[in-house]
């Protein structure tokens, strides 16, 4: 299923890829992680975003100041507002909500990513795969959220 709760044809992710963003999650949640770079949906997140830059360089020059940088934009905010939580978690409500709107960043990221196939700007199988990825970006980014006790607290001063 996607962020959605649709059923997705394929994840490059497999079959349990779910299953793999709340182990990831639990993963980070259990370790003694001191930065937002170590954490396993940052480092999703960034790669989305270098994935969709990648693919975005081939658009048209008139999508410049629209698709192209909207898609962009909202990619890279998915990371960006990851770090802005870690920067939150002294409290817990500033985090959840700082990864709240990382979450809707990825589902924008997705929106766009429509518009490109629609465009045929990106074809089917480019357009699954980073669909993919912000799927299961989405999913570490709500299994955070919802252990968001694991991450937040007195914070080392």
Aim: charged share 30%; with cysteine.
């Amino acid at each position: 299923m996607n962020a959605d709760g649709e059923k997705r044809e394929h994840s490059p992710y497999g079959e349990d890829w779910e299953a793999q963003a709340l182990a990831k999650v639990e993963e980070d949640a259990a370790a003694y992680v001191t930065s937002f770079r170590e954490l396993h949906v940052y480092k999703e997140a960034r790669q989305l975003a270098r994935d969709v830059f990648a693919v975005s360089r081939s658009f048209p020059r008139e999508e410049t100041y629209s698709l192209t940088d909207q898609i962009r934009r909202a990619s890279r905010s998915v990371s960006s507002n990851i770090a802005e939580a870690w920067g939150k978690r002294e409290y817990e409500a500033h985090f959840v909500a700082k990864l709240s709107d990382s979450l809707t960043e990825a589902f924008e990221t997705q929106s766009w990513l429509d518009h490109a196939l629609d465009a045929g700007y990106i074809d089917e199988h480019r357009h699954r795969t980073l669909d993919a990825t912000a799927n299961f970006v989405g999913a570490m980014i709500r299994n955070m959220s919802a252990k968001s006790a694991s991450f937040c607290g007195k914070l080392p001063r």
